[in-house]
């Protein structure tokens, strides 16, 4: 069940099928996701977005990539997050607390989602207004700065990913998450 499991994802994903040697590890990316960069430093996930980040390197089959937004002081403000394939269902029931599967886009209240079409199935993009435990701050959100910055990020993580252009947001504040 576990190998049938193994070569159905692979296919789906367009790996090479389980069992076959790769050899060794040589190099693992650096996890930089402490590391706060300042405002057009970021080089992975965050690439592109005008602010201070927290980011982890950018892969183009990585299931679930994200960046959290900063001021420059370091303090969070807003968490970025692309989820593909699998990752879906579960990001819409928590990020966005809803059980049906939506196609639009919309947001508002903190928390902003956008989609696009990829080969590998399903994908979600999302931008929500975080709480940051060390500094024990939560700033209000910022619809115009979440918005462009979510624009950004889902239209870099899309295009490594092999996506269409996300689907473009609301100039007002779109469907509520209720």
């Not at 900063?70 to 269902?89: H, I, N, Q, T, W």
């Not at 975080?130 to 910055?149: H, I, M």
Request: net charge neutral; glycine share 12%.
């Amino acid at each position: 069940m576990v190998s049938g499991t193994l070569d159905r994802a692979a296919e789906r994903w367009g790996c090479e099928k389980p069992g076959k040697a790769k050899g060794k590890i040589t190099e693992i990316p650096e996890d930089t996701s402490g590391v706060l960069r300042q405002a057009g430093e970021a080089t992975g996930t965050c690439a592109g977005i005008d602010s201070a980040a927290y980011e982890t390197s950018a892969g183009d089959a990585a299931p679930i990539e994200d960046c959290q937004l900063a001021d420059p002081s370091g303090a969070r403000l807003f968490r970025l997050s692309a989820y593909y394939g699998p990752y879906v269902k579960a990001a819409r029931q928590e990020t966005l607390r809803r059980k049906e599967f939506r196609t639009d886009v919309g947001g508002g209240g903190g928390v902003w989602w956008t989609t696009a079409d990829c080969p590998q199935g399903d994908v979600l993009y999302t931008v929500e207004t975080v709480w940051d435990g060390e500094r024990n701050t939560f700033r209000p959100p910022s619809p115009k700065l979440q918005k462009d910055a979510l624009k950004t990020f889902a239209e870099r993580s899309a295009a490594r990913h092999g996506c269409s252009a996300p689907e473009p947001l609301p100039t007002k504040d779109g469907p509520s998450r209720s």
